[in-house]
């Protein structure tokens, strides 16, 4: 089995039903949306989706191809990666690929990484991420006082705090307003958002599967915090949020982030991904996050309170198909961010 479609790869995807929500045919379907081409390949033992874009209207025959926190292993004994690659390699060949881009769902130093690193041949650390490669995840486990316990003090007793500022918390299907407040955060703490039209077809595609879930604290009917939360497996997924700079006092994130933990449980999730910290060591991170405001520095100080563990993927992977074509765009992306 070499390219299947999309109906094929959910079938293939539910022997690893913890796989990645970046892995899923909804998010290929959500990404080709928005420019780019799914496609699915496996064999019996490991897969992957694919995304493929073209490059600008000035050489449209060339493509970059992408694999979001892939591949999927379907058989942790023996997981077919060399043939895999293979495969993608192929397909990524006849879609005129300048390079591929891999960022695999594994965590540094473990044996799973390993098998993974041994089979790809011929990658070098990708010259930019696309996901961020370290995260918090915050454990499950126990019950609701032994996550309370985890947590830092402040952490602790403003959520205790939260629940008694007479928030209205709870699910919504109002896209619309979670924009607006995306609009407002990104102009606020200085990071790019989606479009209006990207939240609500993301959340019109993974509505119906039950694995999204969007969240809104409000007061006295303004809305001042809202969430995306995602669930596949035994890992709930933070990956949109936005907040107001009013009423910040009843801390509405930290009701909204208790209440995405009760939600993660309720459906059999072990661990609550926060989806992004600085790409630092936990040394670095300690010593400098009081002082640091810049990029993700902002959010770690609010995720390191919730008593997760610090964890990084392997990191960004790229294979040159045409090496030539990818330095220029490596040096490009160097001057455009170094200007």
Same mark, same amino acid.
């Given at each position: 089995m070499?390219?299947?479609?999309?109906?094929?790869?959910?079938?293939?995807?539910?022997?690893?039903?913890?796989?990645?929500?970046?892995?899923?045919a909804?998010?290929?379907?959500?990404?080709?949306?928005?420019g780019?081409?799914?496609?699915?390949?496996?064999?019996?033992?490991?897969?992957?989706?694919?995304?493929?874009?073209k490059?600008?209207?000035?050489?449209p025959?060339f493509?970059?191809?992408?694999?979001?926190r892939?591949?999927?292993?379907?058989s942790?004994?023996?997981?077919?990666y060399?043939?895999?690659?293979?495969?993608?390699h192929?397909i990524?060949?006849?879609?005129?690929?300048i390079?591929?881009?891999?960022?695999? #769902?594994?965590?540094?130093?473990?044996?799973?990484?390993?098998? !993974?690193?041994k *089979?790809? &041949? +011929?990658?070098q650390?990708?010259?930019?991420?696309?996901q961020?490669?370290?995260?918090?995840?915050?454990?499950?486990?126990?019950?609701e006082?032994?996550?309370?316990?985890?947590?830092?003090?402040?952490t602790?007793?403003?959520?205790r705090?939260?629940?008694?500022?007479?928030?209205?918390?709870?699910?919504?299907?109002?896209?619309?307003?979670?924009?607006?407040?995306?609009?407002?955060?990104?102009?606020?703490?200085?990071?790019?958002?989606?479009?209006p039209?990207?939240?609500?077809?993301?959340? #019109?595609?993974?509505?119906?599967?039950?694995?999204?879930?969007? !969240?809104?604290? *409000?007061? &006295? +009917?303004?809305?001042?915090?809202?969430?995306?939360?995602f669930?596949?497996?035994?890992?709930?997924?933070?990956?949109?949020?936005?907040?107001?700079?009013?009423?910040?006092?009843?801390?509405p994130?930290?009701l909204?982030?208790?209440?995405?933990?009760k939600?993660?449980?309720?459906?059999?999730?072990?661990?609550?991904?926060?989806?992004g910290?600085?790409?630092e060591?936990?040394?670095?991170?300690?010593?400098?996050?009081?002082?640091r405001?810049?990029?993700?520095?902002?959010v770690?100080?609010f995720?390191?309170g919730f008593?997760?563990?610090?964890?990084?993927?392997?990191?960004t992977?790229?294979f040159?198909?045409?090496?030539?074509?990818?330095?220029?765009?490596?040096?490009?992306a160097?001057?455009?961010?170094?200007?």
């Amino acid at each position: 089995m070499t390219q299947i479609n999309a109906q094929q790869w959910q079938a293939m995807l539910a022997k690893n039903p913890d796989a990645s929500i970046l892995q899923t045919a909804e998010w290929g379907k959500l990404k080709s949306a928005f420019g780019w081409e799914p496609v699915f390949v496996a064999n019996e033992n490991a897969g992957a989706l694919i995304l493929f874009r073209k490059l600008p209207h000035h050489i449209p025959w060339f493509t970059i191809a992408y694999i979001p926190r892939g591949p999927v292993a379907f058989s942790k004994e023996r997981p077919d990666y060399k043939c895999l690659w293979q495969e993608i390699h192929q397909i990524c060949g006849k879609r005129h690929a300048i390079f591929l881009r891999v960022e695999p #769902d594994e965590w540094q130093n473990t044996p799973e990484a390993e098998t !993974l690193l041994k *089979s790809m &041949d +011929g990658f070098q650390p990708g010259f930019a991420t696309i996901q961020p490669p370290s995260t918090m995840v915050i454990p499950l486990t126990g019950t609701e006082e032994e996550w309370l316990s985890r947590m830092n003090q402040k952490t602790r007793y403003n959520i205790r705090l939260s629940q008694k500022k007479d928030l209205l918390v709870g699910e919504s299907d109002q896209i619309a307003a979670f924009s607006r407040l995306m609009e407002q955060t990104g102009d606020r703490d200085d990071f790019g958002v989606h479009t209006p039209t990207y939240y609500q077809k993301c959340y #019109d595609i993974f509505k119906p599967e039950g694995t999204v879930h969007l !969240l809104m604290a *409000s007061f &006295d +009917g303004k809305l001042l915090s809202a969430l995306m939360l995602f669930i596949r497996g035994k890992r709930g997924y933070y990956l949109y949020g936005a907040s107001s700079s009013e009423e910040r006092n009843r801390m509405p994130n930290h009701l909204l982030q208790w209440t995405a933990m009760k939600i993660c449980a309720e459906h059999g999730c072990t661990e609550y991904d926060l989806w992004g910290i600085p790409d630092e060591n936990e040394e670095t991170l300690e010593s400098q996050f009081q002082n640091r405001q810049d990029g993700l520095w902002r959010v770690y100080r609010f995720k390191r309170g919730f008593g997760g563990e610090i964890r990084r993927t392997i990191g960004t992977l790229d294979f040159a198909y045409m090496p030539l074509f990818y330095r220029v765009i490596a040096a490009a992306a160097k001057r455009e961010k170094h200007p």
